[in-house]
């Protein structure tokens, strides 16, 4: 089967018709669909390799903590060790129980005495 295409020369009066078979276009079509699949191949194996490290685990905690809790978090996030999930969660639980006895504490100078 042959192909007509017209396309206009090069002095842009009269069209000239260029004839392409169809296997120049399937020949054409597969390299670039074969191109295609391989990339689509590529990301689907970079995809299914991701590993979640406990690093970036421990920096997206840190990242969501709440801005009550900003000058941890500050603290956390400019340590020169990297911290493990369980010693987080460890420090977590601490922070956690300091701010609880910070709460409990009166707030202002209530002074008692004469």
């Known amino acids: 089967m042959v192909v007509m295409m017209q396309s206009w020369n090069k002095s842009g009066k009269r069209p000239s018709e260029t004839m392409m078979t169809m296997s120049a276009k399937d020949s054409l079509e597969a390299k670039y669909m074969a191109e295609d699949a391989s990339s689509k191949k590529f990301l689907v194996s970079n995809f299914t390799n991701y590993k979640m490290t406990d690093s970036r685990l421990v920096s997206c905690i840190i990242d969501k903590l709440p801005p009550s809790w900003k000058d941890f978090k500050h603290t956390l996030k400019h340590k020169k060790e990297e911290l493990t999930l369980v010693e987080l969660g460890s420090h977590l639980r601490i922070e956690e129980s300091l701010k609880a ?10 002074v008692v005495g004469p």
Not at 103 to 109: E, I, L, M, Q, V
């Open 101 to 110: 006895q910070d709460s409990d504490k009166p707030k202002g100078n209530n």
